[in-house]
Each structure stands twice: as C-alpha cells, then as structure tokens.
C-alpha cells in the first residue's frame, strides 16, 4: 500500500510520505471500530474525531486528513484496487484523492483489515503533518 501511495505521488512530482507508527495506531484503531460496527465511516456514534484519535496515538499533528474504504475483494489487488478508485477519483467528489496528493502530509499511517466476518477488507489511510 505504502509503495503504491508513494507511486501515485511521485507522479506528480510530490515527495514520498514516510510511514509513522503513531498515525498506523491510530488508523488500526478506527479501523477495528469499523470492522466491528460494519460500518464505513469517518466517526462512529461514541467514537472522538480524526484529530483527537490521532494525538491520542502520540502523534502531535499541525494538518490530519483520512481515506477509509472497504472492499469485498478480500485480496491484496483488492486493497490496491480500492486505493487505485481513490487516486482515480474525478472533482468534485475527489476528497480521497486530495488527500493523497496533498502537499501538506509529510507522514502516513496504513492499517488494512481483512475481516471474514462481513467479508470485507477494511482500509484506513491517515494522513499528517507535525
């Protein structure tokens, strides 16, 4: 996933973000509340906001942006697909891939679920600046 990120924007002349295990927490958290509640969301009912989930990791954050999405390709080239669609995304409702062309973000956490339960992979990308 991280490889496959940093090729979309190196396409554009952007810098490789660098995985940072704080923002991985963080999204493997979100992204366990998700599997559990079967639920696609930003913030679950109960759940904190991005940004108070991200400090709450440890990360010490100026600018956090999130991609999630789930597949019912639970496969690799199913998580890849998913990040793909985002990058391919048109405006307006190109949100996704804004985050991930952002030149803002310095630093990524990726967190993929495969859940058999719902027969879904999960995916969060979180994204930050310090």
């Given amino acids: ?32 509340a998700m599997a559990k509640a079967n639920k696609l969301s930003h ?7 991005l940004g108070s989930r991200v400090s709450a990791a440890g990360y010490r954050w100026s600018a956090v942006g999130e991609n999630v999405a789930y597949n019912s390709d639970r496969s690799q080239s199913g998580v890849l697909a998913v990040q793909k669609a ?10 996704h891939r804004k985050n991930i062309l952002s030149k803002t973000y310095v630093d990524v956490g990726i967190d993929v679920i495969n859940d058999s339960v719902h027969d879904k992979v999960w995916l969060v990308t979180d994204f930050g600046r310090p």
């Fill in 1 to 32: 996933m991280l490889d496959e990120l940093n090729a979309e924007r190196a396409r554009h002349g952007l810098a490789a973000l660098k995985l940072n295990s704080e923002l991985t927490s963080a999204a493997h958290a979100h992204n366990l």
């Fill in 86 to 95: 985002m990058y391919n995304e048109k405006p307006p409702n190109d949100g």
């Fill in 43 to 49: 913030q679950l009912s109960g759940e904190a906001a």
